[in-house]
């Protein structure tokens, strides 16, 4: 049986093309598919963290990125419901601050040069698997074939889709975003801005540039579209609409949802699912590529084990579904612990003012929200005890 493939990635976002640069870098014949063209605008909050960082330096992507034009920043600002504040550095490493236009043409180009084979503007229509293959169908009347298919084609996955392992949060956020110039924060920076309900996510690239994206639920959309939702949301967050007096919006509003982390099991005989296609967490945190890269780590270590033994089943692939689950629970948990303290007005400006008057205290929590600290430490009892009293 011939194949076009070892591997097809199905995605070329941050997840898909590290896997693929891994995998190729190993001597495994790679093709990747996108049904978009790079460089391509991705709704996003533009924000690495420093353990993404920490990885990109690991995977030697970090030069690429870094030539593609990223802000380093060192520190963020959270601001509370009724506007008052805290500023920390992160405890370990430096944040990064790239649209994903640039961001994910970096990382593409830098697995293309490792030996993966690019295919954009291919829409994925269906995919069968076979007991000795995967065959996956484009929209083109196309077909590829592969031992393994992964799949990195985001929250809205059609693989998973195709798999029956769509789940969509209950109580899922909605988002809207868009860059804007002439606003008064001019250095590189980044911000958190909590509501009641909603939040917004603020990167500073410098020179009065952002991108600024509202996560919001559901109902705040009706009847709405995005300008009107996005004008009534800023009215919500006080220290952001006077910041963005005098701003002017740059882009068209980029709009996507829901967003928030869906738990799927993500291994099938000869499918992996990795990044935001096998489940995402709610992007309140910023950890978003962070999980992209790391599970794109843990799936090419399983794949190329599989692939050079030839088993492809449910079975062997599951080793990636056992330590993605164990590397996420922690984080998932701290991500739903904030959601609960950090959108209620009546809490939240208390633990921020507990928060300005002990650093300590803030370091560890940007420390466990950036990946650099474990996320224990901030569900420990001591720090809970010292953060409430």
Known sequence: MSFDADVIVVGAGPAGSTVAMLLAASSVRVRIVDRA?????????????????????????????????????????????????FEAPFPVGDGLLLPRLRLDAALLGHASRAG????????????????DAVDVQMASGR???????????GMHSTIARRLGRLRVPAAARYTVGAYFSSLSHTTPGGELHLGSGLYAGVAHFGGGVANV???????????????????????????????????????AFRCCGPVGFAARDPVADRVL??????????????????LALHSASLAAGVALEAVRTGDLSRRRLATYAQRRRLEIAGKLAVSRWLQRLALHPGITPLLVGR???????????????????????????????????
Request: proline share 8%; glycine share 10%.
């Open 37 to 85: 063209t790079f460089p391509r605008d991705k709704p996003c909050g533009d924000y690495c963290n420093p353990g993404a960082v920490g990885l990109l330096r690991d995977l030697g992507m970090l030069p690429a990125v870094l030539d593609a034009g990223a802000a380093v920043i060192s520190a963020m600002r959270v601001y509370a419901q009724d506007g008052s504040r």
């Open 116 to 131: 993966a084979v690019i295919e954009e503007g291919v829409a994925v229509e269906s995919v069968r698997i076979h007991p």
């Open 143 to 153: 077909r590829l074939r592969a031992r393994l298919l992964i799949a990195a084609d």
């Open 213 to 251: 994206c509202m996560a919001l639920p559901r109902r705040l959309w009706r009847r709405a579209g995005p300008q009107p939702t996005f004008e009534a949301a800023l009215t919500c967050l006080p220290a952001l609409a006077e910041a963005m007096a005098g701003a002017r919006r740059e882009s």
């Open 273 to 290: 699912l990795i990044g935001d296609a096998g489940g995402q967490i709610e992007p309140m945190t910023g950890q978003g590529i962070f």
């Open 355 to 389: 928060l300005r008057a002990h650093p300590s205290l803030a370091g560890d929590l940007l420390g466990a929200t950036g990946d650099v600290l474990r996320p224990g430490s901030v569900l420990s009892p001591a720090y809970l005890a010292r953060l409430f009293t």
